[in-house]
């Protein structure tokens, strides 16, 4: 009997245990490779190609078709997912490498699965990216909005706003990252008493450039913007914003593979643990993997990263101190602002209040670029997922108002993670509004009293 080739491949692989798979590219694990991810003879540091790479949009219209790309996705070292097959009816993104093209081209036809070729070679887009990124060196004071910048640059640029500011700008360090690397992010406060405050999570994974980029934008509006309203927005909550609590990811991202996702911790063969899994209320029982290999593997233990840990002792000490009643995480994409939980269909104590404050912040969205963004709950709005930072926030620490965005592009973007600089102020400026938009509307709600 004829079996298809990547059939054939995962007859071979799936039953082998998780310690005996090969490193799929999806995680990009590291292969004997240093923490500094440089060639040994050369010193000169290894970058991540996706010559030819194919990013395909696949519609799973059968059980069966859900039960191949669960299998295939368990088996293959060439086939990266965004998301994970889970029902009839849902369609999903794909990243194929150049080589194995051919057989999943033939996998499609074979199986009668419905899709289309978001992208031809990847690679094209990774290095426009790479040349819209502003110099290490670049000076603090042309900070912009126009570039991407690397970790040094924003930790830079967060020093010159407390030198600015004295007294209203404090540069904080949660401590140190798996690789040493410190997790900066500044304080607002212009001394009002009995406020509340708004803590900014952002950067915790590596590939999203945009969330740190949105994060320093807004550090920049409610220190510099003339607007009266959001005068009144930044004096009435103090703020916490790190702009990239997953600092060894972000750094690699520019000097090793554009696409990483986790941080940098090394296990055996593969590196790098999902911090949006790693969190402690119902960690890894849903949309996680235990795998180390996987992109979404939420560690060997609950809270088991030093990254995650830094958040939680943070967030422990200050939650009642400094009526932390706000929590707002930025990612991409997918143009989405979701609520707890992720973990479960249960919906949160509060959930009718979220869901008309998310859908507020939604139209002005819309009213300001056209851009529709989706509100709902985490679960019932993209996927379940289990350990995530919002459900501990919401869940363990009580902090009521708890928003995640995902930034542009759209769910069917054909640019995945990889937006261009020229996206950063328009994405930036919706988010802002928005954020307004729910602390307002949070405020009407009586939650900051």
């Not at 990547?6 to 799936?14: C, D, N, Q, S």
């Not at 992010?185 to 590596?206: D, K, P, Q």
């Not at 995480?329 to 602002?337: D, E, F, G, N, V």
Request: with cysteine; aromatic share 12%; proline share 5%.
């Amino acid at each position: 009997m004829y079996l298809h080739p990547l059939l054939l491949l995962l007859t071979v692989l799936v039953p082998t245990a998780w310690a005996a798979n090969f490193c799929t590219k999806s995680s990009q694990c590291a292969l004997g490779v240093d923490s500094s991810s440089t060639s040994a003879t050369t010193n000169v540091p290894v970058q991540a190609r996706y010559d030819y790479t194919r990013i395909y949009n696949v519609e799973l219209a059968t059980a069966e078709q859900v039960k191949l790309f669960q299998s295939l996705e368990a088996a293959s070292d060439s086939c990266s997912f965004m998301g994970h097959a889970r029902a009839p009816g849902q369609k999903l993104t794909i990243m194929v490498a150049g080589q194995k093209v051919a057989d999943f081209d033939d996998l499609l036809h074979s199986y009668n699965v419905s899709h289309r070729i978001l992208n031809y070679n990847f690679q094209e887009l990774i290095d426009a990216s790479y040349a819209e990124v502003a110099p290490n060196n670049t000076p603090a004071a042309e900070f912009d909005w126009k570039r991407f910048f690397q970790l040094e640059s924003i930790y830079g640029w967060l020093e010159k706003q407390a030198q600015d500011h004295p007294g209203v700008v404090t540069v904080l360090d949660l401590g140190s990252s798996t690789q040493g690397l410190p997790i900066k992010g500044v304080r607002i406060a212009f001394g009002l008493e009995n406020v509340t405050s708004v803590f900014v999570e952002s950067g915790i994974h590596a590939r999203e450039w945009i969330a740190p980029a949105t994060a320093t934008y807004f550090i920049d509006q409610l220190l510099h913007a003339t607007d009266p309203a959001v005068k009144s927005l930044a004096r009435s909550h103090n703020w916490f914003i790190f702009p990239a609590v997953n600092p060894d990811g972000y750094q690699y991202t520019f000097n090793g593979d554009r696409m990483w996702r986790k941080n940098r911790n090394l296990f055996g063969i593969c590196r790098g643990v999902d911090l949006n899994r790693n969190f402690p209320l119902s960690w890894n029982s849903t949309g996680a993997s235990g795998n180390p290999c996987h992109y979404d593997f939420s560690g060997p233990s609950a809270a088991s990263e030093v990254e995650t840990q830094r958040i939680i002792q943070f967030l422990e000490a200050r939650a009642e101190s400094d009526r932390v009643r706000t929590y707002l995480a930025l990612h991409s994409y997918s143009q989405l602002i979701m609520f707890p939980y992720g973990h479960s269909a249960e919906r949160v104590e509060n959930y009718s209040d979220l869901k008309e404050i998310g859908q507020k912040a939604s139209d002005r969205i819309k009213e300001i670029s056209g851009r529709v963004y989706k509100s709902g709950s985490i679960y019932e709005t993209i996927y379940p997922s289990s350990g995530g930072s919002k459900d501990w926030a919401h869940g363990q620490l009580k902090i009521p108002i708890t928003f995640t965005f995902e930034l542009r592009g759209p769910p069917e973007s054909e640019e995945l993670f990889i937006l261009s600089a020229k996206e950063i102020e328009p994405t930036a400026r919706e988010a802002f509004a928005a954020v307004q938009t729910i602390l307002d509307e949070a405020a009407k709600r009586g939650y900051y009293q």
